[in-house]
Nanobody, 124 residues
Framework: QVQLVESGGGLVQAGGSLRLSCAAS???????MGWFRQAPGKEREFVAA????????NYADSVKGRFTISRDNAKNTMYLQMNSLKPEDTAVYYC??????????????????WGQGTQVTVSS
C-alpha cells in the first residue's frame, strides 16, 4: 500500500511562485510519478511527470518553461516548483504514482495511487 500526501499549496499573486511537495510512504519509491490538476468544472489534466530515477521528465505545454518537476528519492518526496504563476493555474493539484516498472505517463488512467490534493489559487 502507498500513501501520497501533497503540501505547499496556497494563495499567491500572479507572477509569484509556489513549491508543491508530495511525500510518499509504503513500499520503495522506485516508480515514476506525476502531477495533475483539476479546476472547477474541468477534467483532471496532466501537468508534469518524472521517471523513478529523475532522468526523464515531461511537461504539459501550458506549464513548460515555468514549472519544474523533481524528486529526492532519499526523502521519498517529489516536488513541483511553479514560477510565473498565472490565474489559469488555479486548481487543485494532485500527485500520483505509476505502477512499478512503468514509464512516465500523461493520462490519469495510467496512475494507480493518488494523493488527496492541495489547492493552488493565483489571484490576478
Amino acid at each position: 500500500q502507498v500513501q501520497l500526501v501533497e503540501s505547499g499549496g496556497g494563495l499567491v499573486q500572479a507572477g509569484g511562485s509556489l513549491r508543491l511537495s508530495c511525500a510518499a510512504s509504503g513500499r520503495t519509491f522506485n516508480y515514476a510519478m506525476g502531477w495533475f490538476r483539476q479546476a472547477p468544472g474541468k477534467e483532471r489534466e496532466f501537468v508534469a511527470a518524472i521517471s523513478w530515477s529523475g532522468s526523464i521528465t515531461n511537461y504539459a505545454d501550458s506549464v513548460k518553461g515555468r514549472f519544474t518537476i523533481s524528486r529526492d528519492n532519499a526523502k521519498n518526496t517529489m516536488y513541483l516548483q511553479m514560477n510565473s504563476l498565472k490565474p489559469e493555474d488555479t486548481a487543485v493539484y494532485y500527485c500520483a504514482k505509476r505502477p512499478w516498472g512503468s514509464e512516465i505517463g500523461v493520462h490519469p488512467r495510467e496512475y494507480d495511487y493518488w494523493g488527496q490534493g492541495t489547492q493552488v489559487t493565483v489571484s490576478s
